[in-house]
């Protein structure tokens, strides 16, 4: 809080204190309300923002009102291992954080345009996904809900018709896929068998109306088979209403495992070139995620969004000098530091 607290503040409301200040022992009762005093600086904290206060003094940011990028981390686990997981799993029990998600979605500003829900991997949480859904459609009717699944869960078509009968309108579940052969996507996911769960998961959710999104993420083990990927995308999953090719993040497992994953966008551009162009011209909804325009051919710069979230998004300094600078998706911090394409080059003046 930012007004200054003395004894005759009236704390009625407040769910908790954070506050800059030095508070006295025993000025806000324990039993009032819990609060966290001396923190270094609330000048990440806007109006509206919601935070969590752990008694341990831990304070987590869990919705910003100034983000496009809000998720809510929907748990630590997952039943795939994939190699280049930005966000590795733990085998945790967190079943008690169902509360806390609901509990969230009543704090957040209606007026938010989209929400993500992650993990981990969200269908874990069973009917409490459901329920999270069935909540965002109360609270938050005019927010878009993006989940991002490994979709192998929906191979229940049960689970996928009831996330269906939630109703909310404004909802997509992105899904990676990986390869159009199965032991090259189970390979990449550590998981056999997931991709025959992912696929009939996708046909699931299709059936029963729900939007999905396949995703596709660039690297080694994927790249060489990308424009076989894109004609099995579009015989099999005609019905997709996204499919996102995404460049590697270097966080999680992709910082180990970086030598196995790691090629230069500029050396599968034609590839991405041959892939975008053959969904587009048959009239599927394609993005380009991650990926810096100079790395990639002029004819599908149209293609490529500016997908990185704010607090993860840097350039180059020579970017400064770019005219493409402010349609360019630029370049997660994590790669800046680790690996990034020996392409990188400023436009002087913008191509036709
Ligand atoms: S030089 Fe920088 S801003 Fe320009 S296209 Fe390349 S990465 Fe983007």
């Known amino acids: 809080m930012t007004e200054k607290l003395s004894a005759e503040t009236s704390l009625r409301g407040y769910a908790g204190v954070l506050t800059t200040q030095k508070l006295p022992y025993g000025l806000v009762p324990a039993e009032l309300c819990p609060v966290i005093h001396c923190v270094k600086s609330l000048n990440h904290l806007a109006d509206r923002d919601v935070v969590a206060l752990n008694p341990n003094g831990y304070v987590r940011t869990l919705f910003r009102v100034a983000s496009e990028h809000n998720v809510l981390f929907a748990t630590d686990r997952c039943n795939s291992f994939c190699l280049m997981c930005s966000q590795p799993p733990r085998d945790v029990d967190d079943s008690d954080r169902l509360s806390e998600h609901l509990r969230l979605i009543e704090l957040i500003d209606p007026r938010t345009r989209e929400m993500g829900i992650t993990g981990g991997e969200p269908t874990l949480l069973k ?177 490529s969004r500016m997908s990185i979230s704010d607090w993860k998004n840097e350039y180059l300094p020579i970017c400064s000098a770019c005219t493409a600078r402010e349609r360019c998706g630029g370049f997660f911090s994590s790669s800046i530091r680790a690996r990034h394409s020996e392409h990188i080059g400023p436009f002087e003046v913008l191509p036709a």
């Open 127 to 303: 009917d409490g996904l459901i329920h999270i859904v069935r909540k965002c459609k109360e609270f938050l009717p005019q927010t878009a809900i993006h989940i991002l699944s490994n979709g192998r869960l929906f191979y229940y078509g049960s689970y996928a018709h009831n996330l269906a009968e939630v109703g909310h309108t404004d909802l997509m579940v992105g899904i990676p896929l990986y390869a159009d052969t199965d032991h090259e996507h189970d390979y990449i996911v550590q998981s056999r068998g997931a991709f025959d769960e992912t696929m009939v998961g996708f046909q699931n959710l299709g059936r029963h109306g729900v939007a999905v999104e396949v995703r596709v993420v660039t690297h080694r083990l994927t790249v060489h088979r990308l424009e076989n990927l894109a004609e099995f995308i579009y015989r099999n999953l005609p019905f997709a209403a996204h499919v996102a090719f995404m460049g590697l993040e270097t966080v999680g497992f992709a910082v180990p495992n970086i030598e196995t994953l790691w090629v230069d966008p500029w050396d599968y551009r034609h590839e991405l070139e041959q892939a975008t162009r053959y969904l587009a011209d048959r009239g599927m909804h394609v993005s380009i995620y991650n990926h810096q325009l100079c790395t990639l051919p002029v004819s599908i710069w149209t293609y």
